[in-house]
C-alpha cells in the first residue's frame, strides 16, 4: 500500500515532467492569453473641434477604449447550478447505476471506486490538469502556465463567468470520465489498481483529447489540422464517451472475463437502484450539455430542447426494438436507450435541430442495442457495465451524425463559409479516429504498466468472495 500511495503521487511529478516537456518539443510556449482585459484608459470626452482638426487624418483620432469585459451574474448563477448537477450525476448518479448493475458482494467495491476517483481526479485537475488542457501549448497538450492554479484570482475571468467556475466545470468533466470507465472491468480488478490507472489515463490521455478538441490543439477549429473548420464536440463526445468507452474495452481486454462469465448468471442485484442512478444522470445531464455552452442565451435553450428529446427518443427506441425481438420491454432497456440517447445528443446538442434530435436519439438506441448483444456476444469481451457498447459506440455515433445533421437542410445550425455536409463528416470522422487510437493505444499501454507495477486483476479467492469484504473489509447489505 505505500509503494502504491508513493506511485499515486508520482503521477502529478509525471504530468508536470513529461507533458510539460513535450510543449518544447512541437511549438514554442507562448504567453497564456490573459483572462481578463486590462481596463483601458478611458476615451477623452468629445469636444467641439474646429473643421480643421475634423479633416485630420484619422491616425492622429485617439483610439477608443476597449469595453472591460464584466461578469455576467445570470451565466455565473447557472454555471455554478450546472457545475453542481454534473456532481451529481457522478456522486450519487453514476455510483447508484453501476452500483445496480453489479451483484451484491460487488456492491460497495464499484460505489467506491466511482467515490474515491472522482476525488482523485478532482485533486490532479487543480495541481496541473486545468493547466495542461486549457492553457497555451502546442498542438497536442497545453503548458504549465497555470499549474496549481497559479495566477487565477477571485477577479479573473474565463468570457462572462469567473475563471474558478471554469475551472470546476471542467474539473466536473475530467472527473466522471474515468469514473466511466470502471464500468467495463468492474468485479474483478484491485483498488489500488484502479485508482492508478485512472490516475495516469487522465494524465496522458483525457487531458490531451481535452486539449486537442477544447484547448486549442490539433483537433479544435485553432488546430493545424482542419484549416480553421475544426471538429465539433460540443459537450464531449470525443473528449468524454469515445475516450472513456475505448478505455473500458481496452481494459476488458487486458483483464480478461470474470470467473464464471458466460457459464453462470450474473444479472444485476438492484434494477431499482439501476433506475435511481440512469434518472439522476438524466437530470444531471442538463448541466453537462446546457452548462457546456457557459452562457444564458438561445444555444443553451437549444441544447436544453435538444437534450431532452433525444433522450426520450432513445428510450422510446430501445424499449420498442425489445418489445420487438425479445416479446418484453424491460426497465433495464428503458435506463440504458435513455443513456445511449444522452450519450449521443451531447456532442451534437448545440449544433443540430430539434426534429434531427429525435432521429439521432432513436438511432443510437438500436445501434447501442445491437452493441450490447449481438457484437459483444460474437467478439465474446466482458464489458461489464457495457460502457463501450453504450457510451463508445453512441458517442460515436454522435459524433459523426453531428456533421450531416447540422446542416440547416435538417434544421440545424448550419456549416462555415466554404465548409460542405461531407468535409464536415470527413473531418467528424477524423477526430474520432484520432480518439480512438489515441485512447485505445497509450490505455493499453498504461494498463500494461499499472499491471506489472502492482498487478490489475484481483485473486480468484477475492473475486469469489466479492471485493466488497476482500479490498474494503465492508457488506452493503447484512442479512
Same mark, same amino acid.
Given at each position: 500500500?505505500?509503494?502504491?500511495?508513493?506511485?499515486?503521487?508520482?503521477?502529478?511529478?509525471?504530468?508536470?515532467?513529461?507533458?510539460?516537456?513535450?510543449?518544447?518539443?512541437?511549438?514554442?510556449?507562448? *504567453?497564456?492569453?490573459?483572462?481578463?482585459?486590462?481596463?483601458?484608459?478611458?476615451?477623452?470626452? *468629445?469636444?467641439?473641434?474646429?473643421?480643421?482638426? $475634423?479633416?485630420?487624418?484619422?491616425?492622429?483620432?485617439?483610439? *477608443?477604449?476597449?469595453?472591460?469585459?464584466?461578469?455576467?451574474?445570470?451565466?455565473?448563477?447557472?454555471?455554478?447550478?450546472?457545475? &453542481?448537477?454534473?456532481?451529481?450525476?457522478?456522486?450519487?448518479?453514476?455510483?447508484?447505476?453501476?452500483?445496480?448493475?453489479?451483484?451484491?458482494?460487488?456492491?460497495?467495491?464499484?460505489?467506491?471506486?466511482?467515490?474515491?476517483?472522482?476525488?482523485?481526479?478532482?485533486?490532479?485537475?487543480?495541481?496541473?490538469?486545468?493547466?495542461?488542457?486549457?492553457?497555451?501549448?502546442?498542438?497536442?497538450?497545453?503548458?504549465? @502556465?497555470?499549474?496549481? !492554479?497559479? =495566477?487565477?484570482?477571485?477577479? @479573473?475571468?474565463?468570457?462572462?463567468?469567473?475563471?474558478?467556475?471554469?475551472?470546476?466545470?471542467? !474539473?466536473?468533466?475530467?472527473?466522471?470520465?474515468?469514473?466511466?470507465?470502471?464500468?467495463?472491468?468492474?468485479?474483478?480488478?484491485? #483498488?489500488?489498481?484502479?485508482?492508478?490507472?485512472?490516475?495516469?489515463?487522465?494524465?496522458? &490521455?483525457?487531458?490531451?483529447?481535452?486539449?486537442?478538441?477544447?484547448? =486549442?490543439?490539433?483537433?479544435?477549429?485553432?488546430?493545424?489540422?482542419?484549416?480553421?473548420?475544426?471538429?465539433?464536440?460540443?459537450?464531449?463526445?470525443?473528449?468524454?464517451?469515445?475516450?472513456?468507452?475505448?478505455?473500458?474495452?481496452?481494459?476488458?481486454?487486458?483483464?480478461?472475463?470474470?470467473?464464471?462469465?458466460?457459464?453462470?448468471?450474473?444479472?444485476?442485484?438492484?434494477?431499482?437502484?439501476?433506475?435511481? =442512478?440512469?434518472?439522476?444522470?438524466?437530470?444531471?445531464?442538463?448541466?453537462?450539455?446546457?452548462?457546456?455552452?457557459?452562457?444564458?442565451?438561445?444555444?443553451?435553450?437549444?441544447?436544453?430542447?435538444?437534450?431532452?428529446?433525444?433522450?426520450?427518443?432513445?428510450?422510446?427506441?430501445?424499449?420498442?426494438?425489445?418489445?420487438? #425481438?425479445?416479446?418484453?420491454?424491460?426497465?433495464?432497456? *428503458?435506463?440504458?436507450?435513455?443513456?445511449?440517447?444522452?450519450? $449521443?445528443?451531447?456532442?451534437?446538442?448545440?449544433?443540430?435541430?430539434?426534429?434531427?434530435?429525435?432521429?439521432?436519439? #432513436?438511432?443510437?438506441?438500436?445501434? @447501442?442495442?445491437?452493441?450490447?448483444?449481438?457484437?459483444?456476444?460474437?467478439? =465474446?469481451?466482458?464489458?461489464?457495465?457495457?460502457?463501450?457498447?453504450?457510451?463508445?459506440?453512441?458517442?460515436?455515433?454522435?459524433?459523426?451524425?453531428?456533421?450531416?445533421?447540422?446542416?440547416?437542410?435538417?434544421?440545424?445550425?448550419?456549416?462555415?463559409?466554404?465548409?460542405?455536409?461531407?468535409?464536415? &463528416?470527413?473531418?467528424?470522422?477524423?477526430? &474520432?479516429?484520432?480518439?480512438?487510437?489515441?485512447?485505445?493505444?497509450?490505455?493499453?499501454?498504461?494498463?500494461?504498466?499499472?499491471?506489472?507495477?502492482?498487478?490489475?486483476?484481483?485473486?480468484?479467492?477475492?473475486?469469489?468472495?466479492?471485493?466488497?469484504?476482500?479490498?474494503?473489509?465492508?457488506?452493503?447489505?447484512?442479512?
Amino acid at each position: 500500500m505505500k509503494r502504491f500511495l508513493s506511485l499515486i503521487t508520482l503521477v502529478g511529478m509525471l504530468g508536470l515532467g513529461t507533458l510539460g516537456a513535450s510543449t518544447i518539443g512541437f511549438a514554442e510556449d507562448e *504567453a497564456p492569453a490573459a483572462t481578463t482585459t486590462e481596463a483601458a484608459p478611458a476615451a477623452a470626452p *468629445a469636444e467641439a473641434a474646429p473643421a480643421a482638426e $475634423a479633416a485630420a487624418p484619422a491616425e492622429a483620432a485617439p483610439a *477608443a477604449a476597449a469595453e472591460e469585459p464584466k461578469m455576467d451574474t445570470g451565466s455565473t448563477a447557472w454555471m455554478i447550478t450546472a457545475t &453542481v448537477l454534473v456532481v451529481m450525476m457522478a456522486v450519487p448518479g453514476l455510483a447508484l447505476f453501476y452500483g445496480g448493475l453489479v451483484r451484491t458482494k460487488n456492491m460497495l467495491s464499484v460505489g467506491m471506486q466511482v467515490f474515491v476517483a472522482f476525488s482523485l481526479i478532482s485533486v490532479l485537475w487543480a495541481v496541473y490538469g486545468y493547466s495542461m488542457a486549457f492553457s497555451e501549448g502546442n498542438a497536442i497538450v497545453g503548458g504549465l @502556465s497555470k499549474a496549481f !492554479l497559479a =495566477g487565477v484570482t477571485p477577479d @479573473s475571468l474565463s468570457g462572462v463567468i469567473p475563471e474558478y467556475v471554469f475551472i470546476t466545470f471542467q !474539473l466536473t468533466f475530467a472527473a466522471i470520465t474515468p469514473a466511466l470507465i470502471i464500468g467495463g472491468f468492474s468485479e474483478r480488478t484491485k #483498488f489500488p489498481a484502479v485508482l492508478l490507472f485512472l490516475a495516469l489515463w487522465v494524465t496522458f &490521455v483525457y487531458i490531451p483529447i481535452a486539449h486537442m478538441v477544447w484547448g =486549442g490543439g490539433l483537433l479544435s477549429d485553432a488546430g493545424p489540422l482542419f484549416n480553421g473548420h475544426g471538429a465539433k464536440d460540443f459537450a464531449g463526445g470525443t473528449v468524454v464517451h469515445i475516450n472513456a468507452g475505448i478505455a473500458a474495452l481496452v481494459g476488458a481486454l487486458v483483464i480478461g472475463k470474470r470467473i464464471g462469465y458466460g457459464k453462470e448468471a450474473m444479472p444485476p442485484h438492484n434494477l431499482v437502484m439501476t433506475l435511481i =442512478g440512469a434518472s439522476l444522470l438524466w437530470v444531471g445531464w442538463f448541466g453537462f450539455n446546457v452548462g457546456s455552452e457557459l452562457a444564458v442565451d438561445g444555444v443553451a435553450g437549444l441544447v436544453l430542447i435538444n437534450t431532452q428529446l433525444a433522450t426520450g427518443a432513445a428510450v422510446v427506441g430501445w424499449v420498442f426494438a425489445e418489445w420487438l #425481438f425479445k416479446g418484453k420491454p424491460s426497465m433495464l432497456g *428503458a435506463a440504458s436507450g435513455a443513456i445511449a440517447g444522452l450519450v $449521443a445528443i451531447t456532442p451534437a446538442c448545440g449544433f443540430i435541430g430539434p426534429m434531427g434530435s429525435i432521429i439521432l436519439g #432513436f438511432l443510437a438506441s438500436f445501434i @447501442s442495442l445491437w452493441a450490447v448483444t449481438k457484437l459483444k456476444n460474437a467478439l =465474446g469481451y466482458d464489458d461489464s457495465l457495457d460502457v463501450f457498447g453504450v457510451h463508445g459506440i453512441a458517442g460515436i455515433l454522435g459524433a459523426i451524425a453531428t456533421g450531416a445533421l447540422m446542416s440547416a437542410d435538417f434544421g440545424g445550425v448550419g456549416y462555415a463559409e466554404g465548409v460542405t455536409m461531407s468535409q464536415q &463528416v470527413t473531418t467528424q470522422a477524423i477526430a &474520432v479516429g484520432i480518439t480512438v487510437v489515441w485512447t485505445g493505444v497509450i490505455s493499453y499501454i498504461l494498463f500494461k504498466i499499472v499491471d506489472i507495477v502492482i498487478g490489475l486483476r484481483a485473486s480468484e479467492e477475492s473475486e469469489r468472495e466479492g471485493l466488497d469484504t476482500t479490498e474494503h473489509g465492508e457488506r452493503a447489505y447484512h442479512y
